[in-house]
């Protein structure tokens, strides 16, 4: 649950390269093509490497994006996720950020652990870019 109005919160994530903005593993994003399904994100990883995904999906008034990831190497394969905000109440909102893949190189437990520890840690900094402006004095 995120203390912020869905609306905030569906503004960053459909924001396809604000995705530096909340997740830790992301230091760079550079778009290539016009905006909407087919736009490639290209992300600079903290660990120097890039992967790169391609918007398939986005509805703004159902507040749902999804992409897939085209080159990475990253331990998974085939990924595809599915970005999702609904409104709790006028102050709160649920995203919901699901996946589907293959490992590569990695058991599926290990290639499961790496996802969704980076989902959640992506989730937290999610909240907590919302959190903090919601609160900051206007």
Do not use: K
Not at 35 to 59: A, C, F, K, Y
Request: proline share 5%.
């Amino acid at each position: 649950m995120i203390q912020a109005a869905a609306a905030a919160v569906w503004a960053t994530i459909a924001d396809f390269a604000a995705v530096e903005q909340y997740s830790p593993m992301v230091s760079r994003c550079d778009l290539e093509g016009p905006d909407g399904p087919g736009q490639l994100r290209h992300l600079t990883l903290s660990d120097g490497t890039v992967t790169t995904s391609r918007l398939v999906e986005i509805q703004h008034e159902a507040r749902v994006l999804a992409y897939e990831i085209v080159v990475t190497q990253l331990p998974l394969t085939d990924y595809a996720s599915t970005m999702r905000v609904e409104p709790v109440s006028s102050g709160r909102c649920r995203v919901t950020w699901s996946s589907r893949f293959a490992p590569r190189g990695a058991s599926l437990e290990e290639a499961s652990a790496f996802l969704v520890q980076n989902l959640d840690a992506g989730l937290e900094a999610l909240a907590n870019l919302h959190e903090v402006r919601s609160a900051a004095p206007r």
